[in-house]
């Protein structure tokens, strides 16, 4: 007989059943957790004032989580969205991170997507202890000691300025540099920040105003800094209104100054406001390098073929531009990334992944993130655009700086060909005076041939004659012609790339 | 129209059931209601605004520089015009310093009223149409200008048209002084403050009266 007594002899009936429920339901645990979705928390106001930016990120965000999900989703389970709106209402982001981290269950949240709602949610975030993707450009979002698990998808403010300022001096060659901003918080922090910048570069700004941004005309302002002897203004502000106000009063006064400035100048709503649109031409803003198109027009490949993809129902997000919707893909790109290489969504091991990736390539930019920095979006990512010069697939040629040096041409023959803004005629070895070009150089490019001048560009290899000529005519009042279409041409000239 | 229908919607009703100052509110919880929805309609960016005249040049001469300046005299000379020598102008002011009283010796008031509301419409639609070329069409508008505008009629002395074009002048001038010579940051503050001085010293205003209510 065997000593073997069989197991309901041992635990009994009851506790057998009992014990058979509790192992199968272990055994399943991990199998339902297998198949549960990754829950993405996602706050953006869209609705409120910055209501159209959002809705284009929220777009972004959708169809960077369809995409994912359409592979498969990440560790072969789906993405599942909790959106809330917090209307631009630091008081709602607030309820809303604090619902979506302890009530919704969420892996990882993204947004709040401005700095000002971002802000008040991290101390809530991080004491839930849930992986932040942070959507604010403020420099004081990011600290890897007192928020461990926040991470920036975008860039800060301080690279905007950075770069602005170091196109304003290495590219434009400009030194004498005027700020004017607005009195916002951020206006003020911006302007000190640009003055620090300078102060990299050895330079003071040799003329600074702090505008209220509801004042209605801003000539004043740039007339002193005319006064002050400025060659470039920089405007640091995100009110529409008044970046349209500086633009309009730098063209009615006739100065072809170039202002360089927040991104907010780029915007279509700006163009707008303008009394002539050429008042843009000689307006830059900081943009990214995911909008500058190749020689064939095409925007990099990552983001052509997201928008390739989704052509269907990007229509209406086109407007807030590009970068809005890159922004919360980035959020989702960042996110599964992370996920992938730790294979768990336990955020620490998320954070720990993330800082442990050499780059992350998304179509927004390259994101590098290391234990002791949380920012992660590189420098070059920024690239300076030419505002009117956008193409309509959202994009910008690259911004062509050329000079004319004193004595010297730096343009080789096939340039002159191909942007058609130098006739061969005249670029036959002889070289241009800058005082010349700067002058004369719209009448001679527009009309060589078909107002009979074509003598005149002969005398453009004569420089320092064809100069003294100019200013004599200009003395005696004969080349009102000449002026007003070099005005008229001013335009298309910039429009060439060239000064 | 709309001056006519906010007078009808928030505040004839209050003032036929109270005697406070009740409608104040009530028209204060109009205006947000309505710049709201502009907002919603029309969003929240800055929309541009047509040339009243049309013009093909810019410059010091600018229409949308002067052209505010003009109306706003005009219409401050107008209304003098028109309180001192009209018979409507006349019941404003009698209404305005006593309604009761008004009502009392046969004033149809609530007509008046009405009146007082589409003139104000009539005059603040003027106003828009002559400083939207430097303001541009923007929803958040109306507070920013309706507080300047407080400041500069109570600087002036309430009731007086020349007083609050004088007002708003001295308030301009101290806004941009205080931004030149202390900055932006500051130019609400400091302007408003010493426009709180001047209104403890002489709180009828430069140009108001002290009122004498004989009991």
Redesign the interface.
């Known amino acids: 007989m065997s000593n073997i007594r069989p197991l309901t002899a041992v635990l009994g009936r009851r506790q057998l059943v009992a014990g058979a429920v509790g192992l199968a339901s272990g055994l399943t645990m991990p199998a339902i957790a297998q198949n549960k979705p990754i829950r993405m928390g996602w706050i953006a106001a869209v609705s409120?004032?910055?209501?159209?930016n959002a809705q284009a990120q929220d777009w972004g965000f959708r169809m960077a989580v369809a995409d994912l999900n359409e592979q498969g989703g990440l560790l072969g389970r789906k993405i599942e969205i909790i959106m809330r709106d917090s209307a631009a209402d630091p008081s709602k982001a607030v309820s809303f991170a604090k619902e979506l981290v302890y009530n919704e269950n969420i892996d990882v949240l993204c947004g709040p997507i401005n700095s000002g709602e971002a802000l008040p949610t991290l101390g809530i975030v991080s004491g839930a202890k849930k992986l932040h993707l942070i959507g604010g450009s403020v420099e004081e979002l990011i600290n890897p000691i007192k928020y461990p698990l926040g991470f920036r998808n975008l860039n800060a403010n301080g690279q905007w300025i950075k770069v602005g300022v170091k196109f304003m001096v290495e590219d434009l060659k400009k030194t004498r540099i005027a700020i004017i901003n607005?009195?916002t918080g951020y206006g003020?922090l911006s302007r000190d920040s640009v003055t620090r910048s300078l102060a990299t570069h050895n330079l003071k700004p040799v003329y600074t105003?702090?505008?209220?941004p509801?004042?209605?005309?801003v000539t004043?302002e740039l007339l002193k800094a005319k006064e002050a002897g400025a060659d470039v203004i920089t405007e640091w502000s995100n009110a529409?209104?008044f970046v349209?106000r500086l633009v309009?009063a730098r063209?009615?006064q006739n100065w072809n100054v170039p202002i360089v400035g927040h991104p907010t100048i780029l915007q279509e709503?700006v163009a707008?406001?303008l009394?002539?649109r050429s008042y843009w031409d000689n307006v830059y803003g900081v943009g990214y390098q995911h909008e500058i198109v190749d020689a064939q027009g095409k925007l990099p490949p990552g983001v052509q073929a997201f928008m390739d993809k989704h052509k269907d129902t990007i229509a209406p997000y086109m407007a807030a531009g590009l970068p809005a919707f890159l922004q919360a893909h980035a959020a989702v790109t960042i996110y599964a990334a992370g996920l992938t290489k730790a294979g768990d969504t336990d955020p620490f091991k998320v954070k720990e992944a993330l800082e442990s990736i050499p780059v992350i390539d998304a179509p927004y930019g390259k994101f590098i993130y290391t234990p002791t920095d949380h920012n992660g979006f590189q420098d070059d990512g920024i690239k300076l655009v030419n505002a009117n010069a956008q193409l309509p697939n959202g994009g910008y040629p690259p911004v062509k700086i050329l000079t004319i040096k004193p004595g010297g041409c730096n343009l080789a023959a096939g340039d002159c060909q191909r942007t058609g803004a130098w006739r061969p005629l005249w670029h036959d070895g002889t070289c241009l005076q800058r005082d010349v070009f700067d002058l004369k150089s719209a009448e001679f490019w527009h009309r060589p041939v078909r107002n009979g001048r074509r003598h005149l560009h002969r005398l453009a290899g004569a420089g320092p004659a064809l100069a003294a000529l100019a200013w004599v005519s200009r003395l005696l009042g004969l080349g009102r012609g000449v002026r007003l279409a070099q005005r008229s041409d001013r335009g298309a000239a910039h429009r060439r790339g060239i000064r | 129209m709309f001056g006519w229908l906010s007078e009808v919607i928030a505040v004839r009703r209050i003032v036929a059931v109270s005697d406070e100052h009740l409608w104040v509110l009530s028209t204060l919880a109009l205006s947000t209601m309505v710049q709201e929805a502009m907002a919603i309609w029309w969003g929240t960016d800055p929309t541009p605004f047509p040339r009243v005249i049309p013009q093909d040049f810019a410059g010091a001469f600018d229409q949308k520089f002067w052209l505010p300046l003009i109306l706003a005299i005009l219409m401050a000379v107008g209304l003098e015009q028109f309180y001192r020598h009209s018979m409507i102008g006349k019941l404003f002011i009698a209404m305005s310093e006593d309604s009761f009283a008004a009502r009392a010796r046969g004033v149809a008031t609530d007509r008046m009223r009405s009146l007082s509301y589409m003139l104000a419409g009539t005059l603040g639609a003027l106003s828009g149409f002559a400083a939207g070329q430097l303001t541009f069409a923007d929803f958040a508008l109306g507070t920013a200008l309706g507080l300047s505008g407080f400041i500069a009629l109570a600087v002036g002395g309430i009731g007086s048209s020349v007083g609050a074009l004088v007002g708003g002048a001295i308030l301009g001038m101290m806004t941009s002084l205080t931004a030149h010579y202390f900055g932006a940051e500051y130019q609400k503050t400091i302007a408003i403050g010493l426009l709180i001085l001047l209104l403890v010293v002489r709180p009828q205003g430069l140009f108001g009266t002290t009122q004498v209510r004989q009991v």
């Not at chain 1, 409120?48 to 159209?52: E, L, P, Q, R």
């Not at chain 1, 105003?209 to 209220?212: K, S």
């Open positions: 409120g004032m910055f209501a159209s607005d009195n003020v105003a702090t505008v209220d509801n004042k209605p005309d004043d529409t209104g349209a309009n063209g009615e709503q707008k406001l009394t002539k």
